[in-house]
């Protein structure tokens, strides 16, 4: 059985809800390392910092943990529901760009995957955090499914939800995160090719699980 699990793809592919399922089944933990990178960005909006204000020491003091449950605390306060607003996605968006903040998260992320039987997943997982992974998978979707996805997504909780608006974002998010500079988003070379357009969320974890044997 393969005991760490790299899945990384742009935003909306079903990374979280996939990588969740397959934890859940293998007995793994689910490590979600853009809620680190969102953790950072609430922070930032909370006390009214720019990325260009931004310090390596004052990344060194902010304290980010998830839990077994994938809860996530910033300086020991639960910020799971508060780092989903689509201000925070475009802010984790921006933060993730700075070199600084990439080596502190990249860090803590190898440390939680130390232990084994873990699934991370995120941007960089394969090819910066965890290069040595037992299996990399990149999951896709066009960027009109991942849009529609993330829709149903906010209509179901009873957001408010424009179509067009969302499209916009993730199309942004994706240019932003494929072109950083630094650990942009990239399939690995070693990474299984995963295109979830056309199946289901158990049909692509099924999937995962196979190729995890
Ligand atoms: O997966 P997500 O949408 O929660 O991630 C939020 C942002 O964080 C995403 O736009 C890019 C950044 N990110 C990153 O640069 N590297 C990661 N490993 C995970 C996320």
Do not use: H, W
């Not at 902010?62 to 839990?67: C, W």
């Not at 996605?89 to 130390?114: N, P």
């Not at 995120?122 to 499914?145: C, H, M, S, W, Y």
């Amino acid at each position: 059985m393969k005991k760490i699990i790299a899945v990384d793809g742009p935003a909306g592919a079903g990374k979280s809800t996939v990588s969740k399922i397959c934890a859940a089944r293998l007995g793994y933990t689910y490590i979600d390392t853009g809620a680190m990178y969102r953790a950072v960005a609430l922070n930032n909006l909370e006390l009214g910092i720019g990325n260009e204000e931004l310090t390596e020491d004052f990344i060194k003091n902010i304290e980010i943990k998830l839990d077994e449950a994938a809860r996530v605390f910033l300086n020991g306060r639960e910020v799971t529901k508060e780092i989903r607003t689509p201000e925070v996605s475009r802010g984790a968006s921006d933060v993730a760009k700075l070199g600084f903040v990439r080596k502190k998260l990249t860090e803590l992320q190898r440390e939680m995957a130390r232990q084994g039987k873990v699934i991370m997943d995120g941007r960089d997982i394969g090819t910066q955090v965890l290069p040595n992974a037992d299996l990399k998978i990149f999951l896709t979707a066009t960027v009109e499914e991942r849009a529609r996805r993330r829709f149903e997504e906010l209509k179901a909780k009873n957001f408010p939800a424009d179509f067009a608006q969302i499209k916009k974002e993730i199309a942004l998010r994706d240019k932003q995160d494929s072109e950083r500079e630094i650990a942009p988003l990239a399939q690995a070379e070693d990474a299984i090719l995963l295109d979830s357009t056309d199946l289901t969320i158990e049909q692509v974890a099924e999937k995962i699980l196979e190729l995890a044997k």
